[in-house]
């Protein structure tokens, strides 16, 4: 079974610039999330989709961070402007359902370095 | 609000020296308390998913166990390959899906 995937791996941008990360959950998989690592940190949930509706957004900058899930599969989040702050691994994780067993499984993460 | 507390932030052991991490949280009503593995460069792989307090899980050299107000990963003769950096996470009644509250982490390291 393939795995959670995400593109790109790594990012180097200047601050107030825009980027955008891609990610393809597990096939079935009907819960997707985004995670937000900074180093030396726990994962910090940024946004939770139940097939391509919003769950939980509670703790997602808005004024700049914009996330998407077109037809409950992929999803992109977006960062515009970005600041310096930041810079961390961006993480997406899915699970089966809302109401399973819990367990989130993780992809490689994109390195994010706002300079 | 609720709180994970890692501990220690690093661990460096021998090859073959047992120890334990320990996980700390206050959450209002648990709804299950996970164990995460996360080598360098990678996301977290799952490990256990605790559900009530005396419950216990173990996989190869790894025993999670869990009370009513912490939980602990005992590594019983650490080798090379156990270092990494282990995360304890909590889920709460009536979280939104499945949402996770994550600590700190604990990076481990065993040499040879």
């Known amino acids: 079974e393939a795995g959670v995937a995400q593109s790109p791996r790594y990012k180097i941008i200047e601050k107030r610039q825009s980027v955008a990360f891609w990610c393809n959950p597990i096939s079935g998989h009907a819960t997707l999330y985004w995670y937000q690592q900074i180093l030396g940190q726990g994962p910090k949930l940024l946004i939770q989709?139940?097939?391509?509706?919003?769950?939980?957004d509670s703790q997602l900058p808005k004024d700049r961070f914009s996330a998407e899930r077109l037809k409950g599969v992929d999803s992109t989040l977006k960062i515009q402007p970005a600041k310096l702050e930041d810079s961390a691994v961006y993480l997406c994780?899915?699970?089966?359902?809302?109401?399973?067993?819990?367990?989130?499984?993780f992809g490689p993460g994109t390195r994010l370095t706002v300079t | 609000e609720d709180q994970v507390t890692q501990s220690p932030e690093a661990l460096r052991l021998q090859e073959g020296e047992s120890s334990s991490l320990n996980c700390s949280y206050t959450?209002?009503?648990?709804?299950?308390l996970f164990w995460y593995r996360q080598d360098p460069g990678k996301g977290p792989e799952f490990l256990f998913t605790?559900?009530?307090a005396g419950e216990e899980k173990e996989k190869e050299r790894l025993k999670a166990t869990l009370t009513k107000k912490e939980s602990f990963l005992h590594i019983t003769a650490p080798k090379p390959e156990d270092s990494a950096t282990y995360l304890c996470?909590?889920?709460?009644?009536?979280?939104?899906?499945?949402?996770?509250?994550f600590g700190g982490g604990t990076r481990v390291l065993v040499k040879p």
């Open positions: 989709f139940q097939n391509n509706g919003v769950v939980d």
């Open positions: 605790l559900y009530s």
């Open positions: 994780a899915s699970s089966p359902s809302g109401r399973g067993r819990g367990e989130q499984y």
């Open positions: 959450v209002s009503g648990l709804r299950g």
């Open positions: 996470a909590v889920r709460k009644i009536k979280a939104a899906g499945n949402k996770l509250t």
